[in-house]
């Protein structure tokens, strides 16, 4: 089977991140490629927590409408900000012209973002029901400290009555 790629759309507009944290300069950047019967979509300078567990990824379809979720996994937020370049592999598309909403949850507006993509699979790819195939994510490009942390009021006798303090 013949290889096809394609670069097929850039949604480069302004980003909240991209003011809110100048470091990371380029934020929010997406983009789909198209390579057979699996389309991978881009996620480049993602402003995301700097210790997250991971990210997940959901897809459903209905029709030509493609539908891509991406969610920050924490279990313990840090006191900081990364800019990290992620990618979700999406295989088994069936051939044909797709419109593809990408969401992530924007932690600066507090909203969910939604970025459309025109995506083309080629004809002659197999099909069948779309699958996350694999995630790619990136180390911590740059990162900042988000405001100070909890000024630590008094050290108790007690390990524990210690780290009480620190949240109180």
């Known amino acids: 089977m ?10 480069a507009l302004p ?7 100048p470091w990371c300069e380029h934020a929010d950047q997406i983009y789909a490629t198209v390579a057979d019967s699996t389309i991978t979509v881009h996620h480049i300078a993602a402003a995301y927590n700097c210790c997250p567990d991971g990210f997940e990824y959901a897809v459903s379809q209905q029709g030509a409408q493609l539908d891509v979720t991406e969610t920050e996994i924490l279990s313990t937020p840090c006191l900081c900000v990364c800019c990290y370049d992620l990618a979700v592999e999406i295989e088994h598309m069936a051939p044909g012209a797709y419109t593809l909403a990408f969401r992530w949850y924007d932690y600066e507006t507090g909203q969910w973002q939604v970025r459309e993509l025109p995506v083309i699979v080629p004809g002659g790819s197999p099909g069948g029901a779309p699958a996350i195939a694999a995630v790619t994510v990136s180390d911590c490009i740059e ?8 000024p630590i009021h008094s050290v108790e006798a007690s390990t524990w009555g210690a780290i009480k303090s620190v949240y109180r």
């Open 143 to 150: 990162q900042t400290a988000v405001g100070d942390p909890p």
């Open 15 to 21: 980003s909240a991140a991209g003011a809110q944290y």
């Open 2 to 11: 013949r290889a096809s790629w394609a670069i097929l759309a850039i949604a």
